[in-house]
């Protein structure tokens, strides 16, 4: 009677496929790594609107420049209560993936409001990983 299992040798052409497929995969995602960075700030950026959106929903406004972004997170002082939800519309107030603040612009100057990203150098401007990233970008 045959017992059930894996040989070795089985074993080995599994362990064999898996180095090859992993000398083609991990080369690709480490070369682009500020593609990723990126693209995860776009993704932010489109979650912070849609958190901006219900804001207004419930409040009839967006927060101020001055309120920021922190209105998502706890309601801003002297803001009406009602309608404020207990988690607030994000658990933390976000960063980008450069370990920099969103900037947010109310009124903005590229539409209703502004959400962007300064780029890895965290300064305005700029070309490739340092260019802003920002909303009116991504509609």
Same mark, same amino acid.
């Not at 450069?98 to 903005?108: A, I, K, M, S």
């Given at each position: 009677m045959r017992s059930a299992g894996f040989t070795l040798i089985e074993i080995?052409?599994?362990?064999?496929?898996?180095?090859?497929?992993?000398?083609?995969?991990?080369?690709?995602?480490?070369?682009? #790594?500020?593609?990723? &960075?990126?693209?995860?700030?776009?993704?932010?950026? &489109?979650?912070? $609107?849609?958190?901006?959106?219900?804001? &207004?929903?419930?409040?009839?406004?967006? #927060?101020?420049?001055? $309120?920021?972004l922190g209105a998502l997170v706890s309601p801003p002082g002297g803001a009406d209560l009602r309608g404020y939800p207990a988690g607030g519309y994000m658990k933390t107030k976000p960063m980008d993936?450069?370990?920099?603040?969103?900037?947010?612009?109310? #009124?903005?100057t590229q539409g209703a409001i502004d959400i962007y990203s300064l780029g890895a150098d965290g300064q305005p401007g700029g070309d490739g990983i340092n260019a802003d990233i920002g909303n009116w970008e991504l509609n």
């Open positions: 080995m052409v599994v362990v064999v496929i898996l180095g090859i497929l992993l000398s083609v995969v991990v080369p690709q995602v480490m070369n682009n #790594p500020d593609k990723a &960075r990126i693209q995860l700030a776009k993704q932010n950026i &489109r979650a912070i $609107e849609s958190a901006l959106d219900l804001y &207004r929903l419930n409040h009839f406004k967006y #927060p101020t420049t001055d $309120e920021g993936p450069w370990n920099n603040e969103y900037v947010y612009l109310n #009124p903005g």
